[in-house]
């Protein structure tokens, strides 16, 4: 990905400001339409997938009370995978975007609801409504892009660090609800500057409210219930465990498939200065990418799989995206905009090549083809120079902290030695 | 959340010791979920549960007007006649609260409440309960509140005015109390004899010789005014009275007993406080930062907010995020995107977005 507005080929030079102002009002009529229509039998939707998924939930815990007997362990897990799954995408991600607020029910309403994660909702809710689908796919203001840990895009500036980020992405797809309490807490950010006092107090406190809820989580799933198993204690721990790995593993590549495979847009900060409904809702549309595929899919990626029409109507229920996805695509085809889609696997292995060729410096993975060995050479010094500046860096700074330390030490002991006399 | 400090089952305190502790441990299975959460599913009615009701039958009363019976859940703690209950409906998927006096007897053997609503031109709920509530389903419900009830003992001579569904708390007070009431007198005022609710029942016990009943058609004799009611009421002076109807009869009424000094021995129950006409603009007051605002009909109440230094939570300005939201606790906004308007009554519980919502009228914010 490169930012839209420095690309060769421009792909929204086409466009009038009156087209995108109609672009605007077309998609506005759209979601007056759902709005309009929206009722009983949508509220009946909601109350059904929670239903299920309770039961689910239910069932699949009481029959890994028996998880020592191998078909109960598989049977458990799975159906406690595929709960714990609906909960996050279908039910939490949608609920805490406010798109049943308009039932009115304390129950399914984004002021109450908290969901199945080690973030606590508070702080979800900022990073992701207020930040991400505000200033969506901007570069420097949409922490989504590539979390503050990778580089996702040509121009963020490259740095030796970004050739382990396959191995970040990885290892944060194995914690990733873990990596998204710590992306919801700023955590990356306090650790950059750490001398701010006023920060610090209220990161702590924040701290102490995810500590939390990852403590109860966790003693949920690791302590209560594989103590309830009696002689099922360790595989229903196990149980618990795959299951929430199973989760973390799906939502990560649902996730990285929504804005990072090939052929989704990014955009300079300057792009949004002043932007209006229209120019919004144009970001949205061709910074997100869809996945195809069956009603299922669509259930179990929170209608994530519609993440165009999600952007564009962050509140609209989601049992509604996918009637409305035709009507999206027909206008993106007639302003001859680019419908980002595809299957599931082929969006997964879009997002990983970015993530993978980008980890080089701009060229490097068209140059690598051609001539292997000389990048690889010309990676290996590059590294080199990285790494000896980063330990004398290192160096100098453990010089530096020993020396405070000594002083230190060394005046406490003096004091000591004149108050004993 | 749901505790145990609401049940009443456990009053023995080292069982009530016991099953706090099986509650949290129960919390910490359900977690982030409260285990009421998943008993509602199987138990809804249970007593500690939220309150609720199970609506056992709907039958019409007169031809504009319908009764509901429901069975009401362990929480249920009784009322006395007069009273009237929230209900909160799911009209069309979005959850309504309106209010009505209750017209069964407190502790009937078979533990039934009623209510009778009548129709309301262009009003939703009362549609909904005509034709789309059905036996079986599950309602929300508050206790009883009210004080428009009759004092114990109850004075000897008693007068009711009532006009159109104004009768129903005091049909409560009639069908649970005539036994201890000597001398009463009920004048009744509706459009015609066929639009009396429970004009049938009333009428036989006027026939038995219970109370004394006037019924005043205004099709044919015009609105109640206050010299008609002292012809058709000699001894008025002498009558501790209760009345409900209409704003303008309860207004009128309220102005004769001014008059004659005797306000202390008038009680009125009026259904619904006075909403202003959703308008351009208007008053806004802020309960908890104590700020009042004179607002105009296009400015988001976040902005004049924020303008006036109150501090509001606040996210994408642009009516996506769900940051901003607060409770309307009364009176009117419009949607400044679909020009909807949304109005809400004290306890409707209704939450507005602030930055996408302008005062249509006087609203009182909840900040």
């Excluded at chain 1, 998924?53 to 029959?63: D, G, I, P």
């Excluded at chain 1, 010309?378 to 990285?386: C, E, F, H």
Aim: glycine fraction near 8%; include cysteine; charged fraction near 20%.
């Amino acid at each position: 990905m490169t930012v839209l507005q420095k690309k060769t080929h421009n792909p929204i030079a086409h466009l009038a400001p009156e087209d995108i102002e109609e672009i605007g009002r077309r998609l506005d009529a759209i979601r007056a339409d759902i709005i309009a229509s929206r009722g009983a039998s949508d509220a009946a939707y909601i109350r059904k997938v929670i239903s299920v998924q309770r039961k689910l939930e239910l069932s699949s815990r009481a029959v890994l009370l028996f998880s020592l007997f191998p078909p109960a362990w598989l049977v458990g897990t799975a159906g406690l995978s595929v709960a714990k799954i609906l909960e996050n995408m279908e039910i939490g991600h949608n609920v805490m975007h406010g798109q049943w607020d308009w039932m009115r029910d304390p129950k399914i309403h984004s002021k109450s609801y908290e969901w199945d994660h080690a973030s606590p909702a508070e702080f979800w809710k900022h990073s992701h409504n207020e930040l991400h689908h505000t200033y969506t796919n901007v570069i420097g203001r949409d922490n989504d892009l590539g979390y503050g840990i990778m580089r996702v895009n040509e121009d963020q500036r490259w740095v030796p660090a970004y050739l382990v980020q396959p191995v970040y992405n990885l290892l944060n797809a194995l914690v990733f609800e873990y990596g998204i309490a710590a992306y919801d807490l700023e955590l990356g950010k306090y650790l950059k500057r750490r001398n701010d006092r006023k920060d610090t107090a209220a990161f702590r406190r924040d701290g102490q409210k995810v500590l939390k809820k990852i403590r109860r989580q966790m003693t949920k799933d690791y302590v209560v219930h594989p103590l309830l198993s009696g002689p099922s204690f360790l595989p229903t721990l196990g149980a618990n465990a795959v299951a929430n790995l199973v989760r973390n593993l799906w939502t990560h590549s649902v996730i990285m498939c929504g804005h990072f495979p090939e052929g989704v847009e990014t955009f300079t900060r300057s792009s949004i200065e002043g932007e209006t409904r229209g120019e919004w809702y144009l970001r949205q549309m061709l910074g997100s990418a869809n996945i195809s595929g069956s009603k299922a899919l669509h259930l179990m990626t929170g209608n994530l799989s519609h993440q165009i029409e999600h952007h564009l109507f962050p509140d609209l229920p989601s049992n509604r995206y996918a009637e409305i996805a035709p009507r999206v695509r027909d206008l993106m085809d007639r302003y001859e905009l680019r419908y980002v889609t595809g299957p599931l696997h082929h969006q997964v292995a879009s997002a990983w090549k970015q993530v993978i060729t980008l980890s080089l410096p701009n060229g490097a993975w068209a140059s690598a083809k051609n001539d292997p060995v000389g990048v690889a050479g010309k990676g290996v010094a590059a590294a080199s120079r990285y790494g000896a500046s980063a330990a004398s860096r290192l160096l100098r700074s453990a010089t530096a902290t020993t020396a405070l330390a000594v002083t230190g030490v060394t005046a406490r002991w003096s004091r000591g030695q004149r108050q004993r006399r | 959340m749901t505790t145990l400090a609401q049940d009443h089952g456990a009053s023995n305190p080292g069982r009530r010791g016991l099953r706090h502790r099986v509650w949290r441990v129960a919390a910490a299975v359900t977690h982030p979920l409260d285990p009421a959460d998943y008993l509602d599913m199987f138990r809804p009615l249970r007593p500690g549960a939220d309150l609720r009701a199970r609506v056992v039958a709907v039958r019409p009363e007169t031809e504009d007007a319908v009764t509901v019976v429901l069975r009401p859940g362990g929480a249920w703690r009784s009322h006395r006649p007069g009273q009237y209950v929230r209900l909160g409906l799911d009209v069309d998927g979005v959850r309504l609260w309106r209010s009505y006096s209750l017209t069964s007897v407190p502790g009937a053997a078979d533990g039934l409440l009623t209510i009778t609503a009548k129709a309301v031109p262009d009003g939703v709920v009362s549609a909904h309960l005509a034709q789309e509530l059905r036996p079986g389903q599950l309602v929300h419900l508050d206790q009883a509140v009210g004080d428009f009830v009759l004092p114990d003992p109850a004075p000897r001579k008693v007068l009711f005015v009532t006009g159109g569904s104004g009768i129903t708390p005091v049909m409560g007070m009639l069908r649970a109390g005539l036994d201890r009431l000597v001398d009463v007198v009920l004048v009744h005022s509706d459009a015609h004899t066929g639009d009396v609710i429970f004009g049938a029942e009333l009428r036989s016990l006027a026939a038995d010789g219970r109370l004394r009943l006037v019924e005043r058609h205004t099709d044919d004799s015009g609105r109640l005014d206050m010299a008609a009611l002292s012809s058709l009421v000699p001894d008025l002076a002498e009558r501790e009275a209760w009345a409900c109807g209409p704003a303008g009869l309860l207004d009128a009424l309220e102005k004769q007993w001014a008059d004659l000094g005797r306000l202390d021995q008038l009680h009125t129950e009026r259904f619904r406080t006075a909403l202003a006409e959703p308008g351009d603009g208007g008053t806004v007051r802020f309960t908890g930062a104590g700020v009042v605002l004179e607002l105009d009909g296009s400015t988001p109440i976040l902005d004049a907010g924020e303008r006036a230094g109150v501090l509001m939570p606040s996210g994408c300005r642009m009516g996506i995020c769900f940051s901003c939201v607060l409770p309307l606790r009364e009176g009117s906004v419009r949607d400044l995107r679909s020009g909807d308007v949304t109005t809400a009554a004290p306890g409707d519980g209704v939450l507005i977005q602030t930055c996408v919502s302008a005062a249509a009228g006087a609203c009182d914010i909840d900040l």
